[in-house]
């Protein structure tokens, strides 16, 4: 099995001597899913961020991250254009965060298709979008690539969210937390998705999440995060998950804005 993803001895500290991520190792391979599973601060949007080359200001990383072959450390700005949005996608918690409130969903797709040189020139991206949107499982593609984000529920909101994260076909998508906003019906919807992504289209899915369910619901591999260190990991099927404190996770409020595959990263 090839690997999409290698993470070995990852550390992360934060000025003041915070060590949010400590000798983090695991693998993901090629079209399959991995589960970051932990309780509020042990670490998993730290270690998914600088999987991203966003650690956040200050940061001091050490490790290695490995995108197929390519070794994601020491990547400079024109480097990353080529990676972010392109041969990985993003999807945060908040799909209002990935989207621009004050352009519809089709042109916002299209720029993306565009940006990446994935569909040649604004005709061609434009006749790409309906075909994304359903991709991500929206049924009525038209209106919605018609539709501003606010004029679009929650659920729809997360598809198209989706949509742009996996336009420009990448081999690893990253998902921090994307259902802690949707009622659990439409929870249950979204994960189905990620898993119809990962194995029709074949895109690894590293998946961020508190909530036991959902990591049942995904499962390939889970590893379990708590003050930084990996203290469990293995198939999720098999995995007892019973680590003392899984329990009762929790999570905090959302206290931070991404904006990723749309435009810009406010960190
Ligand atoms: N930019 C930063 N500067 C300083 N400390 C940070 C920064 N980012 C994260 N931390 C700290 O690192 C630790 C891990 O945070 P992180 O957000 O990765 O945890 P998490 O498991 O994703 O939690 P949550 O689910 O609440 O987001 C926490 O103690 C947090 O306060």
Not at 106 to 112: N, R, T, Y
Not at 123 to 134: C, H
Not at 228 to 248: A, C, D, F, W
């Amino acid at each position: 099995m090839s690997a999409a993803l290698t993470v070995t001895d990852l550390t992360v500290g934060y000025p003041g001597g915070v060590r949010a991520v400590a000798g983090v190792s695991f693998e993901l391979g090629a079209g399959e899913a991995l589960v970051l599973l932990g309780e509020s601060g042990s670490g998993k949007t730290t270690v998914a961020r600088t999987v991203l080359g966003l650690p956040g200001r200050g940061a001091e990383v050490s490790g290695s991250v490995r995108l197929g072959d390519t070794e994601l450390r020491g990547l400079t700005g024109p480097d990353w254009s080529r990676v972010r949005g392109r041969r990985i996608g993003y999807v945060p918690q908040d799909p209002t965060a990935a989207l621009d409130p004050l352009r519809r969903i089709g042109p916002q797709l299209a720029e993306v298709l565009r940006r990446h040189g994935v569909a040649d020139g604004r005709r061609a991206a434009k006749a790409e979008v309906p075909r994304l949107l359903e991709l991500a499982g929206i049924g009525e593609p038209e209106r919605v690539a018609r539709s501003y984000p606010h004029e679009l529920s929650g659920g729809l909101r997360q598809r198209a969210a989706i949509a742009i994260a996996v336009c420009c076909g990448p081999e690893l998508l990253i998902a921090d937390e994307p259902t802690t906003a949707l009622d659990a019906l439409v929870r249950g919807r979204i994960l189905d998705l990620f898993d119809e992504l990962r194995r029709d289209c074949g895109i690894a899915l590293l998946l961020v999440t508190h909530d036991l369910t959902a990591a049942r619901r995904i499962g390939g591999t889970v590893v379990v995060l708590q003050d930084g260190r990996v203290i469990e990991s293995g198939p999720t099927e098999r995995h007892t998950l019973h680590h003392q404190g899984l329990g009762e996770l929790r999570r905090r409020p959302q206290e931070r804005s991404t904006y990723l595959n749309g435009q810009a990263l406010s960190q």
